[in-house]
T-cell receptor
Framework: EDKVVQSPLSLVVHEGDTVTLNCSYE??????LLWYKQEKKAPTFLFML????IEKKSGRLSSILDKKELFSILNITATQTGDSAVYLC?????????????FGTGTRLTIIP | DTAVSQTPKYLVTQMGNDKSIKCEQN?????MYWYKQDSKKFLKIMFS???????INETVPNRFSPKSPDKAHLNLHINSLELGDSAVYFC??????????????FGPGTRLTVL
């Protein structure tokens, strides 16, 4: 069975710090890897990564995928209190039409003002 | 306008009861999902329907029965509720099968508490 593990499980930092969240996976094959941010309610989509070594960037957030070493990282620079959330990564199975996401355990990020 | 909506947002009930959670999406998507998120925030898929047809059915007790009256709605009925069913249940939708990955949009969740 596909397995996705995130680390750390929780992280507390001060506003302005930079954080790196990790997502490692044990899957035989996949189409893409996704990052979601979950605040109080529904997960919201951040990034989709399909190619190894190509960084995706959105404001202070960036993410990259390493298919050789089987992991992805999510970087947040100059953190703000609004970044406090649970960050989830998920892998998408290889077969088109199969949208069964396998989610990781999540990282709970807390930003202290 | 809410894209994916669920009702109720909170549900507190006694063990042994039967309850339903409703989900509606107004995005015109073909595929809808039910996820369960436990107290440790682990999100796990339960079911998926594509155009009213069941396409994903994970290892879920048969007390859980999804029903899709049309492609905009996917309801979840749970019989004989147990303590372990307490969780947040998320509905999601995506454009559907074929092509590159279709982003899933999540509803606000239904927090179910079984006493």
């Amino acid at each position: 069975e596909d397995k996705v593990v995130q680390s750390p499980l929780s992280l507390v930092v001060h506003e302005g710090d930079t954080v790196t969240l990790n997502c490692s996976y044990e899957v035989t094959n996949f189409r893409s890897l996704l990052w979601y941010k979950q605040e109080k309610k529904a997960p919201t989509f951040l990034f989709m990564l399909t190619s190894s070594g190509i960084e995706k960037k959105s404001g202070r957030l960036s993410s990259i995928l390493d298919k050789k070493e089987l992991f992805s990282i999510l970087n947040i620079t100059a953190t703000q209190t609004g970044d406090s959330a649970v960050y989830l990564c998920a892998v998408v199975p290889p077969s088109f039409g199969n949208e069964k996401l396998t989610f990781g355990t999540g990282t709970r990020l807390t930003i202290i003002p | 306008d809410t894209a994916v909506s669920q009702t109720p947002k909170y549900l507190v009930t006694q063990m042994g009861n039967d309850k339903s959670i409703k989900c509606e999406q107004n995005l015109g998507h073909d595929t809808m999902y039910w996820y369960k998120q436990d107290s440790k925030k682990f999100l796990k898929i339960m079911f998926s329907y594509n155009n009213k047809e069941l396409i994903i059915n994970e290892t879920v007790p048969n007390r859980f029965s999804p029903k899709s009256p049309d492609k905009a709605h996917l309801n979840l009925h749970i019989n004989s509720l147990e303590l372990g069913d307490s969780a947040v249940y998320f509905c999601a939708s995506s454009q559907g099968a074929g092509g590159s990955y279709n982003e899933q949009f999540f509803g606000p969740g239904t927090r179910l508490t079984v006493l």
